[in-house]
């Protein structure tokens, strides 16, 4: 299983989720996601680089980013989790902060 490393913004919005079920289910996708066994969409043009994976709980549809860096090893770096609507403009905007 490869390394996870939470970004400031991803851990930030994991740990104030309050739904225990939707918070399980972020933590055991980004598990499958670092086995190997569930793979996101790769995004071009200004998010080329980065992988979106696609969450669907309660009629809402929840985005994780994140991006595999092999260095020593596999490393799954999640940059950014939360709901649909306006996250890869705010992922831009995070990424450009960086």
């Known amino acids: 299983m490869a390394d996870i490393l939470y970004?400031?913004?991803?851990?930030?919005?994991?740990?104030?989720?309050?739904?225990?079920?939707?918070?399980?289910?972020?933590?055991?996708?980004?598990?499958?996601?670092?086995?190997?066994?569930?793979?996101?969409?790769?995004?071009?043009?200004?998010?080329?680089g980065i992988v979106g994976y696609d969450i669907y709980y309660n009629g809402v549809n929840y985005e994780i980013a994140y991006t595999i860096i092999t260095v020593n090893g596999r490393t799954v770096v999640v940059i950014l989790a939360g709901p649909r609507e306006n996250f890869y403009d705010s992922l831009k905007r995070y990424i450009k902060t960086l």
């Open 7 to 48: 970004l400031p913004a991803a851990s930030k919005y994991i740990k104030k989720i309050k739904d225990v079920y939707l918070k399980q289910l972020f933590r055991t996708t980004i598990e499958q996601i670092a086995e190997g066994s569930l793979d996101g969409k790769a995004k071009t043009g200004d998010l080329s």
